[in-house]
């Protein structure tokens, strides 16, 4: 089984910063893009960045130049460090990782369980 566990969402106000944390854990043989996705309230999920496992980055528009994404090879992990908050990055935050549990199998995508991240005043 695999599992992805997310960290560090919260408060916080309009203009602060906030770290996002995903760790990837249990039967791996191997990891290719690993991701962030949002969900706000009445909205659809959306891609907020992906990181390939060569280290290709990929940014929604509306966060390109505010939030930076980076992953840990060996530790399993992505990092998606939130700046320049704004009310309307308000959402459900989700890890997403495409792995490989065997050397034979095929690259799944399997999702974190969500962290609320609310930006206000």
């Known amino acids: 089984q695999v599992q992805l566990v997310e960290s560090g969402g919260g408060l916080v106000q309009p203009g602060g910063s906030l770290r996002l944390s995903c760790a990837a854990s249990?039967?791996?043989?191997?990891?290719?893009?690993m991701g962030w996705y949002r969900q706000a309230p009445g909205k659809e999920r959306e891609l907020v960045a992906t990181?390939?496992?060569?280290?290709?980055?990929n940014y929604a528009d509306s966060v390109t130049g505010r939030f930076t994404i980076s992953r840990d090879g060996a530790e399993n992990t992505v990092s998606l460090q939130m700046n320049s908050l704004k009310p309307e990055d308000t959402a459900v935050y989700y890890c997403?990782?495409?792995?490989?549990?065997?050397?034979?199998?095929?690259?799944?995508?399997?999702w974190g369980q969500g962290t609320q991240v609310t930006v206000s005043s």
């Open positions: 249990g039967s791996i043989f191997s990891i290719n893009t």
């Open positions: 997403n990782a495409a792995i490989r549990t065997s050397f034979y199998g095929l690259f799944q995508h399997y």
């Open positions: 990181i390939t496992s060569g280290g290709s980055t």
